[in-house]
């Protein structure tokens, strides 16, 4: 008898062990090869003070964090332009790291090319902001940063730094990259009519807690976290590219007036995500 309960134990810790592996291999592939090139299109709405009548129900679609380049595969980046091409927007707004510099140094402007031919465009207006990946790989180069926004234009976006720009009552401000330190939100909002619809596009979601804002309220559009890429569950992410850990992906309310959107991105770094999907975000504008 006594043998007999030890076989049972020996059986069922080999089954044990099975099953953990099984569940390891199944947790492995999802994160380095099924996740990473899994697109979720988030579809929500964004309320907009003092919205223009024609605004009401019109599309704003978020992409960020493409990192076109030697790191993410091209026919993923241009399948996800092509399903949202698909809902014909009316703006589409990119909120910074175009693309990923190689080891080299160099910009990846072939790949870059032939990813962004496909990128959809808003019937209205198409506009990007720089992220620190398009300063090259110092995140300092002024002269890498206007290659990538020379390429975008052939394909008709149109960078904003910081800038703002009037889209048919809708003022759109976008700020340049806080890490290359080139993120003026005094140039930024220098034209920016305070009691007008107007939102921003801000790379770095740290940039919210700096003196940059000059009095503005409303909806600030960012990136740059990834999500984390790999997020536990019930726990934050381990690293996150951002003094505040609190921003890593969806809404925040930053108080004052003013709150946030983080994208989780549509690119990586290391292909590698874990119960944080890859994004594009489709806002439905409506009056607040």
């Known amino acids: 008898m006594r043998a007999r309960v030890r076989w049972n134990r020996r059986q069922w810790l080999k089954r044990a062990a099975w099953g953990i592996g099984a569940v390891g291999a199944g947790v492995a592939i999802d994160t380095f090869f099924f996740e990473p090139h899994w697109l979720e299109i988030v579809q929500r709405e964004l309320p907009i003070d003092a919205l223009p009548a024609h605004w009401e129900g019109k599309s704003l679609v978020q992409i960020s964090d493409v990192h076109a380049g030697g790191r993410v595969s ?10 949202v091409a ?5 703006v589409v707004v990119v909120t910074g790291d175009f693309v990923t510099f190689g080891r080299d140094g160099l910009l990846p402007a072939e790949q870059a090319r032939r990813v962004y031919a496909h990128l959809p465009r808003g019937t209205l207006a198409t506009l990007g902001i720089p992220g620190n990946h398009d300063y090259g790989p110092t995140w300092r180069d002024p002269v890498a940063a ?12 149109r960078m904003l730094r ?26 930024a909002f220098s034209d920016s009519n305070q009691r007008g619809a107007r939102l ?4 770095n979601p740290d940039a919210a807690d700096r003196d940059l804002w000059e009095g503005f309220q409303g909806w600030i ?6 999500g984390g890429q790999c997020k536990p569950p019930f726990l934050p992410p381990p690293l996150l590219p951002v003094s505040n850990r609190r921003y890593t992906a969806g809404e925040f309310n930053l108080a004052d007036g003013r709150k946030m959107y983080i994208s989780r991105g549509l690119g990586h770094l290391l292909p590698v995500r874990f119960n944080c999907r890859p994004e594009i975000t489709i806002f439905r504008l409506t009056s607040a």
């Open 74 to 83: 091209d026919s993923f980046l241009i399948r996800s332009f092509d399903q």
């Open 86 to 90: 698909a809902f014909a927007p009316d």
């Open 146 to 157: 206007g290659n990538v926004q020379e390429i975008l234009a052939d394909y008709g976006l």
């Open 162 to 187: 910081n800038e703002s720009i009037d889209v048919e009552g809708l003022e759109i401000v976008g700020l340049d990259d806080l890490w290359a330190g080139r993120c003026d939100g005094r140039t």
């Open 200 to 203: 921003a596009l801000c790379h």
């Open 221 to 226: 559009l960012s990136g740059h976290t990834h």
